[in-house]
């Protein structure tokens, strides 16, 4: 992939069971997600033709169903199983995930975790 084209989502809200206090336990929060994942675009671009995108619906559907049924108490262990499935599961060789716990911190709008996984490819991104 000589360009670093990218297939983003941005803002995925996601009500889950996280956190290590008590209180956390008993309630869901939501939790806001942040893709952007590498693909070359310029295949479908060619054709036309949504089967052969990266489906950022299902990418999203995906992890609304994980997220959603998950129970961490780490946001930095829920940001690691998501990255392998979205790699694992839709062929993505390098992506960057934020995840963002809103209103966990007084006087923050959103505390979180950004990670990289997989090999960025070269060229201008």
Same mark, same amino acid.
């Given at each position: 992939m000589p360009a670093m084209d990218k297939v983003f989502i941005e803002g995925l809200?996601? /009500? #889950?069971?996280?956190?290590i206090y008590d209180w956390e336990r008993r309630?869901?929060?939501?939790?806001?997600? /942040?893709?952007?994942? %590498?693909? /070359?675009n310029r295949v479908p671009a060619a054709s036309d033709d949504i089967a052969r995108t990266l489906d950022y619906k299902a990418v999203s559907k995906r992890l609304i169903?994980?997220?959603?049924?998950? =129970?961490?108490?780490?946001?930095?262990?829920l940001a690691e199983r998501? %990255?392998?499935?979205?790699?694992?599961?839709?062929? !993505?060789p390098w992506l960057r995930l934020k995840l963002s716990?809103?209103? %966990? !911190?007084?006087? %923050?709008r959103a505390v979180? !975790?950004?990670?990289?996984?997989? =090999? #960025?490819p070269h060229g201008n991104g």
């Open positions: 809200e996601i /009500d #889950a069971l996280i956190g309630i869901r929060q939501t939790l806001v997600f /942040d893709l952007e994942m %590498a693909f /070359d169903e994980y997220v959603s049924q998950s =129970d961490f108490g780490l946001v930095e262990t998501c %990255a392998r499935i979205v790699m694992e599961e839709f062929n !993505v716990k809103p209103g %966990a !911190v007084r006087g %923050a979180g !975790v950004i990670i990289e996984r997989g =090999d #960025a």
